[in-house]
């Protein structure tokens, strides 16, 4: 999920050297860097924090209903407005262009400018995930075709004859943005998710990690070692016993989509609560269960959920060892550990237990608002 590739991609050569391949950035779109850390093809979170879920053909036949015709045209006809006549071509006020179809921010002021054709010009988007790209052979001639994202709107096209640092031209309608100055507040699709945090300790982070993972709602896992007496603990001083710290994940989540309490729910049952420092064959105070909350409100969230499920019969005589206390400082695990189940497919002892905490409610809440 956060394998490193390089953006040279040398899949299909669209335009002179300039090679790329469908939904990956084109050459030379690093964002000052030579490599960058990618998700698999599921992210439904941008890098920037927003929601690139694709919108159903029924969404997006809702929301064009709005526009006008010629922003129809282009945006859903892949059509192209004359040069010269677009509205935000002489636009030199500072802010954000954003999808005209579902708000989505595409392009920023900061990196706009006058190339002297006749179409608004970027060097880069607002963030690259906000784009896709596909193969145009139209009009008799091979070119690169840029869409949102997340509606999949047409937009324009983009060229390798921009000026540094991407050496990249995008060039757009204006018909398929709208423009949101610098101060003023942005609309609600176009904001970021309000995004939340929780921690979890439940034996080897791997399991835990890959199970939180596939929980609707989720939108990044990491694994790392919390509550500990140590600064930047490494895997070795954890497993001699020498930090204090637990194995434990990161989970940032959608609270829109997915509530700490049924997350926390998903955590009882991914491992066995009642085994004191340990998860099978990992024994060890690092291997504990427990969970380090953010505020009260968790705190109380946890310990209530513990009690529930301890008074049930699914763990009568046997008492639920989990500490709920406070969370310290996050220290994320080497890079090793990262995505580990999903990169190496090895099955580890946590259980899928979204099925039961969500039920049908899982497919609804994978799909809100899509």
């Known amino acids: 999920m956060r394998t490193l590739i390089a953006l040279t991609l040398v899949a299909v050569t669209l335009i002179g050297g300039f090679a790329m391949q469908a939904s990956q950035p084109p050459k030379g779109e690093t964002d000052g ?159 970021p998710v309000e995004t939340r945090t929780a921690y979890f300790a439940g034996g080897c982070f791997w399991g835990i990690e890959h199970r939180f993972q596939q929980c609707p709602g989720v939108v990044e896992v990491s694994s790392g070692y919390m509550n500990g007496s140590v600064e930047n603990p490494t895997y070795e001083q954890v497993c001699e016993h020498r930090t204090g710290h637990a194995e434990a994940v990161r989970v940032v989540y959608d609270p829109s989509r997915i509530t700490f309490a049924q997350l926390a729910r998903g955590f009882f049952l991914m491992h066995d609560p009642t085994q004191l420092n340990r998860q099978g064959p990992d024994v060890g105070d690092q291997y504990r269960s427990a969970i380090f909350t953010t505020d009260a409100s968790q705190l109380q969230e946890a310990n209530a959920i513990k009690a529930s499920l301890q008074a049930s019969p699914k763990f009568a005589g046997r008492t639920i060892v989990t500490q709920i206390e406070p969370a310290k400082t996050f220290y994320p695990a080497e890079d090793y550990h990262q995505d580990y189940v999903e990169r190496t497919g090895r099955a580890c002892h946590a259980v899928n237990p979204w099925p039961e905490v969500l039920g049908a409610a899982a497919k609804e809440t994978a799909g809100s608002g899509h």
């Open 33 to 191: 860097s030579q490599e960058t850390t990618m998700k698999k093809d599921t992210r439904e979170l941008s890098r920037a924090g927003y929601d690139i879920r694709p919108l159903s053909p029924e969404k997006v036949a809702e929301l064009a209903k709005r526009l006008t015709p010629e922003q129809y045209r282009v945006t859903q006809r892949s059509g192209t407005e004359p040069a010269f006549c677009g509205n935000l071509l002489d636009n030199k006020k500072s802010g954000t262009y954003v999808c005209v179809v579902c708000g989505l921010p595409l392009f920023s002021s900061e990196h706009k400018f006058d190339s002297g054709t006749g179409w608004p010009s970027f060097f880069r988007p607002f963030d690259r995930d906000h784009v896709a790209y596909m193969k145009d052979e139209s009009h008799g001639m091979t070119r690169v075709e840029i869409r949102c994202a997340r509606c999949s709107a047409h937009l324009g096209h983009v060229f390798d004859d921009g000026p540094a640092p991407s050496g990249l031209r995008f060039c757009l309608n204006s018909a398929a943005l709208d423009f949101v100055e610098k101060g003023q507040p942005l609309p609600a699709a176009s904001r």
